[in-house]
């Protein structure tokens, strides 16, 4: 059975930081692409980040390109997210997400298996 399981959210305030982590388990970790997603109140969910099998690929969201860091390690089967200059806007649940193939990719629909989201909220 395929877990992925966030921990590191919390307030912070603006222009702070914080890293959120993600532990999976049940699937072999090296062979997948692994995302980062967050979903607002009353929003839709949205990428924010991904990372290739290796690590030797990123993709970030506009948004958030120049502040956040996505990593993986696969010996410890886990992803990070590092968030610095946090803004008000970042305030939303943060999703890690495991993908059906190796690549980086922002499409939702490439990835099978949710974690069950950590709370980050920025205060201004």
């Known amino acids: 059975q395929v877990q992925l399981v966030e921990s590191g959210g919390g307030l912070v305030q603006a222009g702070g930081s914080l890293r959120v982590s993600c532990a999976a388990s049940?699937?072999?970790?090296?062979?997948?692409?692994m995302g980062w997603f967050r979903q607002a109140p009353g929003k839709e969910r949205d990428f924010v980040a991904a990372i290739n099998w290796s690590g030797g690929t990123t993709l970030y969201a506009d948004s958030v390109r120049g502040r956040f860091t996505i990593s993986r390690d696969n010996a410890k089967k886990m992803v990070y997210l590092l968030m610095n200059s946090l803004k008000a806007e970042d305030t939303a649940v943060y999703y890690c997400?495991?993908?059906?193939?190796?690549?980086?990719?922002?499409?939702?629909?490439?990835?099978?298996?949710w974690g069950q989201g950590t709370q980050v909220t920025v205060s201004s």
């Open positions: 997400a495991a993908a059906t193939e190796f690549s980086a990719t922002s499409r939702i629909r490439a990835y099978d298996y």
């Open positions: 049940g699937l072999t970790f090296s062979n997948v692409g």
